[in-house]
């Protein structure tokens, strides 16, 4: 299966600095997602990005796939950006899109 | 995220004991999945359903079933067979026709 690999694992922060956290991918994929993992557990989705840039806000990403990695910007980070960011691929089979998680990139903002 | 709800939010399992978790989704979804998630890891898929009364398993299915009676719902059991039950189980529908899975609150499941 496809494996995924997020880099860093742990970053901490000031408020107010940028960061960049990467999604490798193993092979070529149809679906991949970012995602905040809040402290409470809920999974916000932040871009569905197969391909190209996508810019919201302070976020914004960019996937080569054919370099096969993705990258998530956050720039003037604040403390309500503390929290676990994921990577999630797919390869289709047949009409369902069964995601494959990275370990994730646990983000911590301090004043 | 709005339209797919997961009850309850906490659950406790006794020993042997055997447990329903429900997942409902109003989006109109016709795929629907069913993931774990161990403290500090990623997500794991369980189950999947991409069409009322189908369903296939995930990469953990063992120690778990499922059913899709319903296009609105995929609820999940979590049989006396799974020895490790305790995790955080999180429903998502959609990921069809270049559009992105959604995802319930989640269900955390402790052993008493």
């Known amino acids: 299966g496809i494996q995924v690999e997020q880099s860093p694992p742990d970053l901490i922060l000031q408020e107010g600095a940028n960061s960049t956290l990467r999604c490798n991918f193993s092979d070529s994929v149809n679906n991949l997602q970012w995602f905040h993992q809040n402290p409470w557990g809920q999974l916000i989705n932040l871009f569905y990005?197969?391909?190209g840039t996508k810019q919201n806000g302070r976020l914004s990403a960019t996937t080569v796939a054919t370099e096969r990695y993705s990258l998530l910007y956050i720039s003037s980070s604040q403390t309500t950006d503390s929290g676990v960011y994921f990577c999630?691929?797919?390869?289709?089979?047949?009409?369902?899109?069964?995601?494959?998680f990275g370990t994730g990139t646990r983000l911590q903002v301090t004043l | 995220d709005g339209g797919i709800t997961q009850s309850p939010k906490y659950l406790f399992r006794k020993e042997g004991q055997n447990v329903t978790l429900s997942c409902e989704q109003n989006?109109?979804?016709?795929?629907m999945y069913w993931y774990r998630q161990d403290p500090g890891q990623g997500l794991r898929l369980i189950y999947y359903s991409q069409i009322v009364n189908d369903f296939q398993k995930g990469d953990i299915a063992e120690g778990y079933s499922v059913s899709r009676e319903k296009k609105e719902s995929f609820p999940l059991t979590v049989t006396s067979a799974q020895k490790n039950p305790t995790a955080f189980y999180l429903c998502?529908?959609?990921?069809?026709?270049?559009?992105?899975?959604?995802f319930g609150d989640g269900t955390r499941l402790s052993i008493l």
């Open positions: 998502a529908s959609g990921g069809t026709g270049n559009q992105p899975q959604h």
């Open positions: 999630a691929v797919a390869d289709l089979s047949g009409t369902a899109s069964k995601l494959t």
């Open positions: 989006l109109n979804h016709d795929a």
């Open positions: 990005i197969p391909s």
